[in-house]
């Protein structure tokens, strides 16, 4: 009988443990819960977190049709909840937006050239909202400009000349990035702000990055000299805020700019590659007088910063791109985090350029929406294109 107890007692402890989640590692710090990471992802029972991709279509932005259409240099895209596809441009054409539908077929331009209503002089910055509006901004302007899915104007918000982009939120808020000069460091202040109108801060959400004057800095760390590519993504009910100067942490806020999570992970440190040194060299090693003065202030970190760009899906789950290599040539490694911010694995996406792209060659951007996901690359012959695949999670 006591061996049958003890039996009975060992498998009760088996099944318990078999069921039992694997412990999350979290603090909270001033009242937030922070979750903590490490190298490995977590394994959750019951959680589908392998991440496979079957490909359904690729726009070509090379082939002769889009070139007759008058679509120059991809600045990026996004994507509605229909699958409508939203690529912006550069300069160079009539227009700077070109919808594509949800099997990559070309519909319309809009967002013309110009001074006037509805009208755009540089497009930055282009995001589609929980109502399917496509918000664009408009840096020389300062100006939020508002369409609907079709193309017709719905409104425009001037905003003050220290912005360097914009976007409105469902509340009314609006998140920004602004930008501050610091002459006695030589240094750009660039914070993340939220905004209760066009021209009053409420609350500054991240204390940005720090950019060096070239000429009035003391010291330029090399890979520092350009803002991040992405500074924010947004959500239906969040805004997810992550940049070379956090290391690899995001912090989490709702609408009103209330911080609810940090989400924190351990990496390993990624050598700075010889062709990024090559590469950066060759932009201050210049034969005029100027550029010979900026040189010798010029270093090299240790490392790479932890992450290079992230973006979030429909589901909230966060994709973190890596420096660490991936499969192709031009591939790196994607982190995946669950809603709850927990490490759940890893994907290897090629979205890199070329060197007309950025100093190193990337990257370009990636969404996932109706669980399908939208990648933009490079082609060797310096023109783009736009692959979509399905998405199936499985364990």
């Known amino acids: 009988m006591k061996k049958l107890f003890c039996f009975l007692v060992g498998i009760s402890f088996l099944v318990s443990c078999g069921s039992r989640q694997p412990q999350i590692d979290k603090v909270i710090e001033d009242g937030v819960e922070v979750v903590l ?31 007759k259409i008058g679509i120059p ?9 229909e699958g409508n596809i939203y690529v912006w441009s550069w300069p160079g054409s009539e227009y ?29 910055y282009l995001r589609v909202n929980a109502k399917d509006e496509v918000i664009v901004f408009d840096d020389t302007r300062k100006k939020i400009i508002i369409f609907d ?30 930008e501050r000069f610091n002459p006695e460091e030589g240094i750009a202040d660039l914070p993340v702000v939220l905004m209760a109108s066009g021209s009053e801060q409420d609350r500054i959400l991240h204390s940005g990055e720090r950019i060096p004057n070239w000429f009035r800095a003391q010291k330029i760390n090399a890979i520092t000299t350009a803002q991040s590519y992405s500074q924010w993504s947004i959500t239906d009910k969040h805004i997810f805020i992550g940049n070379k100067v956090s290391g690899y942490q ?21 050598p700075v590659p010889e062709e990024i040194k090559k590469s950066l060299l060759k932009v201050f090693n210049r034969s005029d007088r100027e550029r010979t003065q900026v040189l010798p202030k ?62 190193w060659g990337g990257p370009f951007d990636v969404r996932a929406r109706n669980d399908n996901l939208y990648c933009m690359r490079a082609k060797d012959s310096g023109y783009q294109e736009l692959t979509v695949y399905k998405m199936e999670w499985t364990k």
């Open 250 to 270: 995001f912090l989490v806020y709702d609408f009103n700019g209330m911080l609810v999570k940090k989400i924190r992970k351990e990496y390993r440190p990624v």
């Open 73 to 81: 240099r991809i600045g990026g895209f996004n994507v509605d909840s």
């Open 96 to 124: 700077f937006i070109f919808k594509f539908d949800k099997s990559g077929e070309y519909v319309n331009s809009f967002g013309r050239k110009g001074q006037g209503p509805g009208e755009i002089e540089m497009l930055v």
């Open 298 to 359: 010029v270093f090299f970190p240790d490392a790479m910063f932890p992450i290079q760009y992230f973006f979030t899906d429909d589901h909230e789950r966060l994709y973190v791109m890596t420096f660490e290599k991936g499969d192709g040539p031009r591939a790196f490694m994607y982190d995946i985090f669950n809603s709850e911010g927990f490490f759940i694995g890893r994907v290897s996406l090629d979205n890199s350029g070329n060197e007309s792209n950025e100093i």
């Open 149 to 178: 899915n079709e193309g017709s104007l719905i409104g425009e918000i001037q905003l003050e000349r220290h912005i360097l982009y914009a976007t409105p939120l469902a509340n009314g808020k609006i998140l920004a990035l602004y």
């Open 37 to 67: 990471n490490h190298l490995e992802p977590y394994t959750l029972i019951g959680e589908r977190d392998n991440l496979n991709l079957e490909k359904l279509f690729t726009v070509d932005f090379e082939r002769d049709e889009f070139a």
